[in-house]
C-alpha cells in the first residue's frame, strides 16, 4: 500500500511511523525546506531550538511513551517554572496558590474565587455542559466579573483577537485542568518537560524510523492539487512531479485541504467554517537575561504581544550562547500586524518589552528572528463537539488529521501524537 503524508509535523509523522511499521510505503511531502511543522527547529549558538516555544506537561501520556518507544525518553528533562503576570504596569509572580493569594489586582474574595475554579476544573468530568457557554460567561458565573475583565479578557483577546468573546467554555475549563495536571501531587510545584535538542529530537527520530522502513521524506514538496484519478488511485501534484498514491493523509489545516482538493460541497462547506490564528513569534538571543521568569503572561493591551517566555530560564543555558526570549502574539490571518513587515513587528514587539522591563537595552540583543505561523491555534467556539470533522473523508482513501480535530483537549505536541496514532489505526481498519 502506497500512502502518502501531507505535512511533516508531528502529526503526519507519527501516522508515517506507525503505517510504515505496519507495512505501508510511506512518502512525506513537506512544504518547507525543513520538517518537523511548529515543532521544526533553528540552531543558536551550538544547539537545536524550538522555531516556536514548546514544553509538555507530566500529563503528556501520548508522547512520552512514544519516545520510550523511540528510546529517546532519556532526552526529557523536567523543570520547575516561575511565572509571572504582567498587569496595569506591574509584574506579580504568578506560580504558586500563595502567589494568588498575594495577588493585589484583584480583591481578596475574587482571588479565592478564582483559585476555587481553578482547582475545580480538575474535578470536571464531563464537559458537554461547558460547549453551550462562552468562556467569558463561565468565567464571570465562576470567578466574577473583575477576574474576567482584568485578568482572562486581556489573555482571550490575545489568544483568539476578534473572536475572544465567542470561545467555547470547554477551552478555558480545559487549560485550568491542564495547569493543575502539571503540579502532580505537590500542588505547590509546576513541573514542565523540554527535550534536549528540542522537539525536533522526537521528529527527527520518527523521520529515521520511517526512512529504515523505506519511506521518504520529500521537503520543499508542496502539495498544490490532490485529486482521484480514473484508476482508482490518488494523485499528489507538485512543483517537482505527479506523485501517485493508494491512500492521503492530510495533517494541515482543513481549509487547505478544500483549497488543493475538490471535495462535495457540504463537507466543503463544513472544512472553511473550521477558522484558526496565525501566531508572531520573535525569537530574541540576548546578552542580558530579562528576568527571572519562565512564563510571563502579558495581560496588558498597549502592548502588541500576549506571552515572554525566557526559555534558558527553564531549561538553562545549555550551549545557546545566550538568553533566550520568545515573545508571542496571536491574531488573525487579516490583522495589519500579521501582514506588517519583519522590521516593523519586530520593532513594536521591542517597544513592548521596554514597557515590562524599562531598563532593558536594544544592544542587549545579539540576533531577533521573527517567524510566522498562518495556522497556529483553531478557534474553539461554541459546540464545537458537533464541527469537529472525522478522521475519514467522504472520499475514499482520503483521510484528514488536522490541530482542529482535537478536542476537548487544547492543541498540543501529546495530541498531534495521539491524533496521528488515531489517523494511523483507522486507515488500517482499527
Ligand atoms: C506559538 C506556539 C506555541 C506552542 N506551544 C506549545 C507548547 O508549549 N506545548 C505544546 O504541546 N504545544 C504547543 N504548540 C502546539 C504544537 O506546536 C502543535 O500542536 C503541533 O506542533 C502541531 O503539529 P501538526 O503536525 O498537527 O501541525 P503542524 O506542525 O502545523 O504541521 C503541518 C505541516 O504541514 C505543512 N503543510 C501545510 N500545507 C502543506 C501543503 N500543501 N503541502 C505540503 N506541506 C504542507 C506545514 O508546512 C507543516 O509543516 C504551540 C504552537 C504554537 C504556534
Not at 482547582?119 to 460547549?131: G, P, S, T, V
Not at 520543499?220 to 506523485?243: L, P
Not at 474553539?380 to 482542529?404: D, R, V
Request: glycine fraction near 8%.
Amino acid at each position: 500500500m502506497r500512502t502518502a503524508i501531507i505535512g511533516s509535523g508531528l502529526t503526519g509523522l507519527t501516522a508515517g511511523y506507525r503505517l510504515a511499521r505496519a507495512g505501508h510505503h510511506i512518502e512525506v511531502f513537506e512544504q518547507n525546506e525543513f520538517a518537523g511543522g511548529l515543532a521544526s527547529a533553528i540552531r543558536a549558538g551550538n544547539e537545536n531550538l524550538d522555531r516556536f516555544y514548546h514544553h509538555i506537561f507530566v500529563s503528556d501520556s501520548d508522547l512520552i511513551s512514544l519516545s520510550e518507544e523511540l528510546n529517546i525518553d532519556g532526552t526529557i528533562n523536567w523543570y520547575e517554572p516561575k511565572n509571572a503576570i504582567f498587569l496595569g504596569n506591574c509584574l506579580y509572580p504568578f506560580t504558586t496558590p500563595v502567589d494568588l493569594i498575594r495577588f493585589k489586582p484583584i480583591s481578596i474574595f475574587s482571588r479565592i474565587r478564582m483559585g476555587m475554579t481553578v482547582l475545580n476544573a480538575k474535578l470536571i468530568r464531563d464537559y458537554r455542559h461547558l460547549e453551550s457557554v462562552t468562556a467569558r460567561d463561565w468565567i464571570i458565573k465562576h470567578s466574577g466579573k473583575d477576574t474576567y475583565e482584568k485578568i482572562f479578557a486581556p489573555l482571550l483577546c490575545s489568544k483568539f483577537d476578534t473572536d475572544a468573546d465567542d470561545i467555547s467554555g470547554t477551552w478555558i475549563w480545559n487549560k485550568f485542568k491542564l495547569r493543575g495536571s502539571s503540579r502532580g501531587k505537590n500542588f505547590f510545584k509546576e513541573k514542565l518537560g523540554y527535550m534536549d535538542g528540542g522537539f525536533i529530537t522526537l521528529a527527527n527520530a520518527l523521520i529515521g524510523k520511517i526512512s529504515e522502513y523505506g519511506g521518504v521524506i520529500r521537503l520543499n514538496a508542496r502539495a498544490e492539487r490532490i485529486e482521484k484519478a480514473a484508476n482508482g488511485k490518488w494523485h499528489v501534484f507538485t512543483q517537482k512531479g505527479i506523485f501517485e498514491y493508494d491512500t492521503i493523509l492530510f495533517t494541515c489545516a482543513p481549509q487547505v485541504l478544500a483549497e488543493i482538493c475538490r471535495l462535495p460541497e457540504d463537507y466543503e462547506r463544513h472544512l472553511n467554517a473550521l477558522r484558526y490564528k496565525s501566531n508572531l513569534c520573535l525569537l530574541l538571543e540576548l546578552s542580558k537575561s530579562l528576568s527571572s521568569y519562565y512564563w510571563i503572561t502579558v495581560s496588558q493591551k498597549d502592548i502588541p504581544f500576549v506571552l515572554m517566555i525566557e526559555h534558558t530560564n527553564l531549561v538553562g543555558m545549555k550551549e545557546y550562547g545566550s538568553h533566550i526570549v520568545y515573545l508571542s502574539r496571536y491574531l488573525d490571518l487579516e490583522n495589519q500586524l500579521f501582514n506588517a513587515s519583519d522590521n516593523e513587528i519586530t520593532g513594536k514587539f521591542i517597544s513592548g518589552i521596554k514597557k515590562v522591563f524599562p531598563d532593558f537595552k536594544e544592544e542587549y540583543i545579539l540576533r531577533a528572528r521573527l517567524h510566522r505561523a498562518r495556522f497556529a491555534q483553531p478557534v474553539i467556539t461554541l459546540n464545537y463537539n458537533n464541527l469537529m470533522p472525522g478522521i475519514k473523508t467522504p472520499l475514499e482513501g482520503l483521510y484528514l488529521a488536522s490541530m482542529a480535530q482535537i478536542h476537548p483537549e487544547d492543541r498540543g505536541l501529546n495530541y498531534s501524537v495521539q491524533l496521528g496514532e488515531a489517523a494511523a489505526k483507522t486507515i488500517l481498519g482499527g
